[in-house]
T-cell receptor
Framework: SAVISQKPSRDICQRGTSLTIQCQVDSQVTMMFWYRQQPGQSLTLIATANQGSEATYESGFVIDKFPISRPNLTFSTLTVSNMSPEDSSIYLC????????????FGEGSRLTVL | SQQGEEDPQALSIQEGENATMNCSYKTSINNLQWYRQNSGRGLVHLILIRSNEREKHSGRLRVTLDTSKKSSSLLITASRAADTASYFCATVPYNQGGKLIFGQGTELSVKP
């Protein structure tokens, strides 16, 4: 199994600013993903965080808006850039472990409110 | 990028009753998984069923998979108030790098 820590757990941000969310896993993982969950909605995959290379973004998400880093196997960051109220969501980090059972482990999420 | 449709969207039952949630998806998959999310929390993995499996059990959970109909169901037997949560099915589409695509979810309320 894996324990995923995210910070901040919540934040209130001003329109036009950027915020970086950090994700730390307590064990070696293979794949890391970032999801967005808008209020009352399901999870939407933003991107796959690739170690040492550019993230792979899903349709509708671009690097300029959501830059992602993954400098090593257990750490990743997601930045939400130039925020607007529409970016108010929970952002969740997830990972699969090296045993690759197929299941995803999730952090508790980072709840962002943009005013 | 939503792949799954779930029904019902909301389900309210009494403690002790069984709860059934259904999920349909669109593309070929490697496996299908069910997750639970308590209000304001992260997701917890419940069960995984592979594309060559038809039924799987884990405690009070029973999952079925019909790949010909591209559908799955989650049955929770003898429900408890602590089962109150949102339940999501998620698929790992074939040949897409292992990413998980979530359905819309079912909000389950179990009344004591």
């Amino acid at each position: 199994s894996a324990v995923i820590s995210q910070k901040p757990s919540r934040d209130i941000c001003q329109r036009g600013t950027s915020l970086t969310i950090q994700c730390q896993v307590d064990s070696q993982v293979t794949m890391m993903f970032w999801y967005r969950q808008q209020p009352g909605q399901s999870l939407t995959l933003i991107a796959t965080a690739n170690q040492g290379s550019e993230a792979t973004y899903e349709s509708g998400f671009v690097i300029d808006k959501f830059p992602i880093s993954r400098p090593n196997l257990t750490f990743s960051t997601l930045t939400v850039s130039n925020m607007s109220p529409e970016d108010s969501s929970i952002y969740l980090c997830s990972a699969t472990t090296v045993t690759n059972t197929g299941e995803l482990f999730f952090g508790e999420g980072s709840r962002l409110t943009v005013l | 990028s939503q792949q799954g449709e779930e029904d019902p969207q909301a389900l309210s039952i009494q403690e002790g009753e069984n709860a059934t949630m259904n999920c349909s998806y669109k593309t070929s998959i490697n496996n299908l998984q069910w997750y639970r999310q308590n209000s304001g929390r992260g997701l917890v993995h419940l069960i995984l069923i592979r594309s060559n499996e038809r039924e799987k059990h884990s405690g009070r959970l029973r999952v079925t998979l019909d790949t010909s109909k591209k559908s799955s169901s989650l049955l929770i037997t003898a429900s408890r108030a602590a089962d109150t949560a949102s339940y999501f099915c998620a698929t790992v589409p074939y040949n897409q790098g292992g990413k998980l695509i979530f359905g819309q979810g079912t909000e389950l309320s179990v009344k004591p």
